[in-house]
C-alpha cells in the first residue's frame, strides 16, 4: 500500500516537473543562435499524454490488487470453514471409536468369562472320570455349581493369568499327575500352537506338585533315545524331544523369575542334586562333541548349560569349561542371557577373540553388541574380514579343474555370506559405517545368474521320448523310459560355516511327514513323534539339523 501512495504522489508531481521544464526550454531558446525546428507545444504535449497513460496503468493495477485481495480473503474463508468441518468430522470418528472399543472390550470380556466358565466345567469332568470312573449325574451337577462359583469368584484375578491357565485344562492336569512322557506328547500334539503354550507352560507348572521334578523327569530319554546318524542327520523324533526339553527348562526359569516365587521353595536340595548327577552323566558327552562341525548351533551343549543355568548349580562346575563351550551355542538366541545367568560375563572378551579368530566373526558381533564390547571388537572390520575369508576360502581350485557342482557350492556359500552380513548390518544398524546397497545389489547378481543357469540346465536336461499313437509293434506297444538326471548337492560346505539368521521367535506349523524313526530294527521304546517343530522357539534350517 505504501509504494501505491509513493508512485500516485510521483504522478501528481508531474505537471510541477512540466513547469520546470518550460522555464528551462524558455531560457534555452533565449540563448539560442539558430532556430530550433522543435515546438514547446509539442513537448507539453508529449508529456501529458505520458501522463494520462501512466494514470491510466495505475488505477488498472489498483483495480487488480482490489481484487486479488477480495479472491485472498474469501479463499482464507474457505479454508477456515473446511478446517472446521475436518475438526468436527475428527471428533466425531474419535466418539465413533471410543465406542465401538468399548464395546469390543465388553464382548471380549463377556468371552472370556463364558471361556473360563466352560474349561472350568470340562476340567472338573475329566478330573472327576479319572479319580471316581464314571460320576452320576446328580455329581456332575454338583461339579458344575462348584466350579462356576469358583470362576465367578476369581472374576477379580488378572485375565492373563486366568486365561493362561484355563486355556488348556490337560497341561494342568498332565502337571498335577507329574506325567512328564504325556507332557511331551501335548506339546507334540499341539506343536502349530507352541507359541501359546510355551507361554502358559510357566503358569501350568504351579499346579505340578514338584515343578523341578517334573521338568528332571523330562530329561530321562534326552541321551537314551540317542541313535546314529544316517546321511548327516539325526532321528526328528530324538531333535523334536532334545528342543522340548530345552523350552521346558525355560519355562521353569520363566516361573522362578515370576514375583513371589522363591527359588529356594520350587528347587529343593535333594532336586539340585538330581540334577547335577545328570549333568556329570552328561558333560562326558559333551567332550566328544566337535566345535566345528555344532556350528555354534548344538543341542546338546544348549541342554547342559540351561539345565545348570535353572537348576542353579553351575558354581559345581569350572567357569573355564563353561566358557568352552559358548562357541557351540553361539549362534542361539538365548545365548547372550544363558552367560549372564551362569556368571561368565567376564570371560565374554577372550569367547569373542575366539570366535573372531575361528571364522565366524558375525556370531562375534553378536555377543560383542550383546556384551556392550564394541569398543574392543569393532564389528564393520570383523564383518569385512567375514566377507574377505569367505571370498578366499570358496575361491575354486582351478578354472579348469572346478566341477559344475563344486561352482554351485561356491557361489551358494558366498550368497549365504552376503545376505548373513545384510542381516547383521540391519539388526545392529551399521548402515552408515557399512552400507548395504553394494552387497545387496551384488545378492541380486549372484540371485540372478543362479536362476539363469538353473534355467539353461532344466532346457539342456534330456527329455524322455513320448510313445508313438497307438504304435504297436510286433503286438507290443513301444514305450520309451529314460532316467532322470539327479545332482546332489552338500547341505554345508566342509571347514567353513555359514550363517542363516532367518531364526523367527516361533514355530513352524505342523507337517504330515513326523518322521519315521531311521532304524526300524532298533530296540529303543520311542516317545510320540515330534515331527519338525522347534521346542527350544527357534526355526532352524537344514545345514544346522544334527
Known amino acids: 500500500m505504501e509504494d501505491t501512495n509513493s508512485v500516485a504522489k510521483l504522478i501528481d508531481s508531474t505537471n510541477c516537473k512540466i513547469q520546470q521544464l518550460q522555464k528551462a526550454f524558455a531560457e534555452l531558446e533565449s540563448h539560442r543562435a ?10 507539453e504535449e508529449h508529456f501529458h499524454g505520458l501522463e494520462r497513460s501512466l494514470k491510466r496503468r495505475f488505477h488498472e493495477l489498483e483495480d487488480q490488487e482490489k481484487e486479488l485481495e477480495t479472491k485472498a480473503t474469501k479463499a482464507r474463508e474457505m479454508l477456515e470453514k473446511r478446517e472446521a468441518d475436518v475438526l468436527a468430522k475428527e471428533e466425531a470418528s474419535l466418539e465413533r471409536l471410543q465406542v465401538n472399543r468399548d464395546a469390543a472390550a465388553l464382548a471380549v470380556s463377556n468371552a472370556l468369562k463364558k471361556h473360563r466358565r466352560a474349561s472350568s466345567v470340562e476340567l472338573a469332568v475329566v478330573a472327576g472320570e479319572d479319580d471316581a470312573g464314571v460320576t452320576s449325574s446328580e455329581e456332575n451337577s454338583a461339579s458344575v455349581v462348584t466350579t462356576e462359583s469358583y470362576s465367578e469368584d476369581t472374576e477379580d484375578n488378572s485375565e492373563v493369568c486366568s486365561a493362561e491357565v484355563t486355556s488348556y485344562p ?5 502337571c498335577k499327575d507329574m506325567d512328564s512322557e504325556g507332557l511331551h506328547r501335548f506339546i507334540s500334539d499341539n506343536r502349530k500352537n507352541l507359541a501359546i503354550i510355551r507361554d502358559e507352560i510357566p503358569f501350568a507348572l504351579k499346579a505340578a ?5 517334573l521338568i528332571l523327569r523330562s530329561l530321562e530319554d534326552f541321551y537314551s533315545m540317542d541313535l546314529p546318524n544316517v546321511d548327516g542327520k539325526k532321528d526328528s523324533n530324538l531333535l523334536g524331544l532334545r528342543r522340548t526339553s530345552i523350552m521346558l527348562m525355560e519355562c521353569l526359569m520363566v516361573m522362578l523369575g515370576n514375583d513371589g516365587i522363591s527359588a529356594s521353595d520350587i528347587i529343593s536340595e535333594d532336586v539340585k542334586q538330581q540334577a547335577k548327577v545328570i549333568a556329570e552323566e552328561w558333560k562326558p558327552k559333551l567332550d566328544a562333541l566337535d566345535m566345528n562341525s555344532s556350528n555354534g548351533n548344538s543341542l546338546e551343549a544348549h541342554a547342559f548349560l540351561q539345565l545348570l543355568a535353572t537348576f542353579g548349580i553351575a558354581s559345581d562346575f569350572e567357569g573355564e569349561y563353561l566358557s568352552r563351550l559358548i562357541p557351540m551355542v553361539s549362534r542361539r538366541r538365548q545365548t547372550a542371557e544363558l552367560c549372564r545367568s551362569l556368571g561368565l560375563t567376564s570371560k565374554m572378551p577372550g569367547v569373542i577373540e575366539l570366535l573372531a579368530n575361528s571364522g565366524r566373526q558375525i556370531d562375534a558381533v553378536n555377543l560383542a553388541f550383546a556384551f556392550e564390547l564394541t569398543n574392543r571388537f569393532y564389528p564393520v572390520p570383523l564383518l569385512k574380514s567375514y566377507l574377505k575369508d569367505v571370498k578366499k576360502f570358496s575361491s575354486p581350485v582351478k578354472p579348469g579343474n572346478s566341477s559344475p557342482s563344486g561352482q554351485i557350492e561356491v557361489n551358494e556359500k558366498e550368497l549365504s555370506a552376503l545376505k548373513a552380513v545384510i542381516k547383521c548390518i540391519e539388526e545392529h544398524k551399521l548402515e552408515e559405517q557399512f552400507p548395504v546397497d553394494p552387497l545387496q545389489k551384488l545378492v541380486l547378481q549372484m540371485e540372478k545368474a543362479k536362476a539363469d543357469k538353473k534355467t539353461a540346465a532344466e532346457v539342456a536336461k534330456p527329455q524322455p521320448k513320448r510313445p508313438r499313437a ?3 509293434a510286433n503286438g ?24 542363516v539368521y532367518d531364526r523367527p521367535y516361533v514355530y513352524p506349523a505342523p507337517t504330515d511327514n513326523r518322521g519315521q524313526p531311521m532304524l526300524a530294527a532298533a530296540a529303543y521304546n520311542l ?3 515330534h515331527g519338525n ?9 537344514a545345514p544346522f539339523l544334527h
Open 34 to 43: 539558430v532556430t530550433l525546428n522543435l515546438k514547446w507545444k509539442e513537448l
Open 170 to 174: 490337560l497341561l494342568d492336569k498332565l
Open 209 to 213: 506338585p514338584s515343578p523341578a521334578g
Open 470 to 472: 497307438g504304435g504297436v
Open 476 to 499: 507290443h506297444h513301444v514305450v520309451t523310459f529314460a532316467a532322470a538326471n539327479k545332482t546332489f548337492y552338500p547341505n554345508v560346505a566342509d571347514g567353513y560355516p555359514q550363517y
Open 527 to 529: 516317545p510320540p513323534s
Open 533 to 541: 517343530f522347534y521346542g527350544n522357539a527357534y526355526h532352524y534350517h
